[in-house]
Every structure is written in structure tokens, then in C-alpha cells.
């Protein structure tokens, strides 16, 4: 039952997967033909509170990530002040058990994400999210077979879009050391051996994104120039992943592969692409140590 506690702490990357109560990550992601590189730390957790009624529970959640952009590559406009992009996210999630396996959850939360150049908080910096689900967890122990499905939406300020984007990820059991899940944001194919290890290949989505608080010219082909509000980078990748669980439930992880889709780009305050600092596909490593249920 409590296994789908922390789906309802969904953020803004569309996390429906997330089954994570705390979480230490670093990320790197080295740009090929290039001396740039992105590195990323994370760090997040998600505190449940069991409410008076069977089966329901509200859930904080804190996240704080710090991403590092290193650009040696030569650019026409100034990088100095994008070297360095942090995120603060709070949310409080609500979840309760409806009939035959069947669950709600619904989350709404705040982030604020820049590069702080001018050592406060604009408003532009702050973003909402908001999220819903419907959740048929047969996970039990006594399943020879367990599954799960989500279905929900999720809506973010950060994505600049009017609606709400649908999440659909099916997970199952379907063999003692074998399982896989497909959807979003991550498919894969899991083999477990024993207590101890897991492996995995897997597709999976990334990124991040920031906004620039002092904005920044960049200069377009015909001698003018626009002013770059926000930056953003987006992955499309897939790899393999090794698992080493120091209990049932906490465990060390390394994931490495290669993207199929990577760019970073400068944007205008109507999301519009004004440059595209690095589109080639590259190789991605990123590892840490977590608490799941």
C-alpha cells in the first residue's frame, strides 16, 4: 500500500516512477567535439505523514539541485553568469485508497530556479506545478505476477504550455528476477540477482531548466540582437544501470549510456529558440545513493 506514497511527489521533470523518500545524485554529462560539460547534484526528500483515515497519507516533499555549465567552446555573448543554475522545490502531495487496488494522488508545489545573479529571488525565478494521478497498484507479496499502472497529468509553469502534459507508465513482475516498465519519463527492462544487484537497460529523459535573471543579448544573423530570458537543456538518452542494494531498501546506483537527443539552448520570454549552444549526442554518467520504497 504505501509502495505509491511518493508517486503523488511528482516534480516538475514528470518524476511518475519516483518511489524515492530521500536521495543523493551527481550527474556529468561531457559534451562531445567540445570542451563544455554539464554536471548536475541533487539532492531530495519526501516525508509522508499517515493521516486519520485508513489509507491516506500527505507527503512533503523538498528537492535542491545545482547545476554547473563549464563553457570553453567559443560563443558570441558573454558567459560569465551562466556558469552556474540552482533549483529550490517544495510541494505537499495528498493520496488516498479507493476500491479494488485502485488509488488517488494529487500534488501541488513550488520552485524557484536561476542563476541568482543578482543574490535574490525574482519573480520570474518562481514557478508552479500541479499534478494528478489515478494509480492500480497489484504489487502485493503474495501476487506471483505483481503489477502497476499510472495514469495522470501534470502541469508545469516551466513548460511554458496552457495545458497539462498526460503521464501513462505500466510496470510488471513477470518473471522472480525479471521486470519491466514502460512510459514516461524512463522505460526499461530490469534483471535482479539475488538480494544484492540489479541490472538494467533503459530509455529515459532529462533536463533542466533556468532562467536568466538579468537576461542576456545574443546576437541573431542579420546584426541585431534578442534578449535571452532562460536556458534550457533537454536529453533524450539510453543505457545500462547497476543497482547494489545495502538493505531492501537502501542502495547504491550507477547508471551510464548515450544520448539520442541533446541540446541546450537560449530562449526568449516566449520560449522561442535564439541559440543552440550544443546539439551533439554525447555520453551520460550519473550515480548516488537512495532511500525507496
Not at 554529462?29 to 509522508?48: K, T
Not at 533524450?236 to 544520448?259: D, M, N, P
Request: include cysteine; proline fraction near 4%; charge should be positive.
Amino acid at each position: 500500500m504505501i509502495l505509491c506514497l511518493c508517486l503523488a511527489c511528482v516534480g516538475a521533470q514528470v518524476c511518475a516512477q519516483n518511489t524515492d523518500l530521500a536521495r543523493i545524485e551527481y550527474t556529468y554529462i561531457p559534451q562531445v567535439d567540445s570542451e563544455n560539460s554539464v554536471s548536475r547534484f541533487r539532492a531530495l526528500i519526501n516525508v509522508p505523514f499517515q493521516l486519520n483515515w485508513e489509507g491516506s497519507y500527505l507527503i512533503a516533499g523538498f528537492e535542491y539541485r545545482n547545476l554547473d555549465l563549464d563553457f570553453e567552446d567559443p560563443v558570441p555573448f558573454e558567459t560569465q553568469n551562466l556558469d552556474r543554475f540552482q533549483l529550490f522545490r517544495t510541494s505537499l502531495s495528498y493520496t488516498f485508497k479507493m476500491k479494488k487496488n485502485w488509488r488517488f494522488a494529487a500534488k501541488v508545489g513550488a520552485e524557484v530556479n536561476s542563476n541568482f545573479e543578482n543574490d535574490k529571488i525574482t519573480n520570474r525565478d518562481i514557478n508552479v506545478t500541479g499534478a494528478v494521478f489515478m494509480i492500480r497498484d497489484r504489487s502485493g507479496d503474495s501476487i506471483s505476477k505483481p503489477d502497476r499502472l499510472i495514469l495522470g497529468l501534470n502541469y508545469s509553469t516551466t513548460a511554458g504550455r496552457p495545458f497539462p502534459i498526460p503521464i501513462v507508465n505500466y510496470y510488471k513482475k513477470f518473471h522472480p528476477n525479471w521486470s519491466y516498465s514502460v512510459g514516461t519519463p524512463k522505460t526499461n527492462l530490469k534483471y535482479t540477482a539475488g538480494k544484492k544487484h540489479a541490472l538494467q537497460g533503459f530509455v529515459t529523459l532529462d533536463g533542466f531548466f533556468s532562467n536568466i535573471q538579468n537576461n542576456l543579448n545574443v546576437p541573431n544573423s542579420d546584426g541585431s540582437s534578442s534578449l535571452a530570458e532562460n536556458i534550457s537543456m533537454t536529453l533524450v538518452f539510453g543505457g545500462v544501470g547497476y543497482e547494489y542494494y545495502f538493505t531492501k531498501h537502501l542502495l547504491f546506483y550507477l547508471y551510464g549510456g548515450h544520448t539520442f537527443f541533446n541540446e541546450i539552448r537560449l530562449r526568449d520570454g516566449k520560449r522561442n529558440s535564439l541559440y543552440k549552444i550544443n546539439e551533439a549526442n554525447t555520453y551520460y554518467l550519473r550515480s548516488g545513493i537512495k532511500f525507496k520504497l
